[in-house]
C-alpha cells in the first residue's frame, strides 16, 4: 500500500530553519519526481518545491526560491525539505507525493493519496 510519512516540523521562530523528511513506501520510488507542498490556514494547497527522479532539475515556488531546498535519497525512499530564513507566512501543514513533471505545481495531479502532513508554525 502506497504511504507518505512526513516528519519534521515544529515551532520556531522568524529566521529559523527547519528539515522536513518524507518516507516512502509501497512503490518504486527512484521512478517517481517528487515535491513538497503546503496548505496554510484558509488556503489552498500550493507546490513549494519539487525535484526529479534524476535529481537534475529542481522547480521552486516564488516565495520559497533561495530560502527552500528540496533534497532526495533513493536509497532510504525519503525526501528533504531544508528550511531556511522562515517567515510567518511559511506557517502550513507540509506534505509530499510523487509528481508528473509540467504539472508539478499542480495538487490535483499528484500519484497517490496525501498522507497526514507534517505542521510548521513560524512565530515568535
Known amino acids: 500500500q502506497v504511504a507518505f510519512v512526513e516528519s519534521g516540523g515544529g515551532l520556531v521562530q522568524p529566521g529559523g530553519s527547519l528539515r522536513l523528511s518524507c518516507v516512502a513506501f509501497?512503490?518504486?520510488?527512484?521512478?517517481?519526481?517528487t515535491a513538497w507542498f503546503r496548505q496554510g490556514p484558509g488556503n489552498k494547497r500550493e507546490m513549494v518545491a519539487a525535484i526529479s527522479n534524476d535529481q537534475e532539475t529542481f522547480s521552486y515556488s516564488d516565495s520559497v526560491n533561495g530560502r527552500f531546498l528540496i533534497s532526495r535519497d533513493d536509497a532510504q525512499k525519503t525526501t528533504y525539505l531544508q528550511m531556511n530564513a522562515l517567515k510567518p507566512e511559511d506557517t502550513a501543514k507540509y506534505y509530499c507525493?510523487?509528481?508528473?513533471?509540467?504539472?508539478?505545481?499542480?495538487?490535483?495531479?499528484?500519484?497517490?493519496?496525501w498522507g497526514q502532513g507534517t505542521q510548521v508554525t513560524v512565530s515568535s
Open positions: 509501497g512503490f518504486w520510488f527512484r521512478d517517481y519526481h
Open positions: 507525493n510523487s509528481v508528473r513533471w509540467g504539472t508539478e505545481r499542480d495538487p490535483h495531479s499528484v500519484y497517490f493519496d
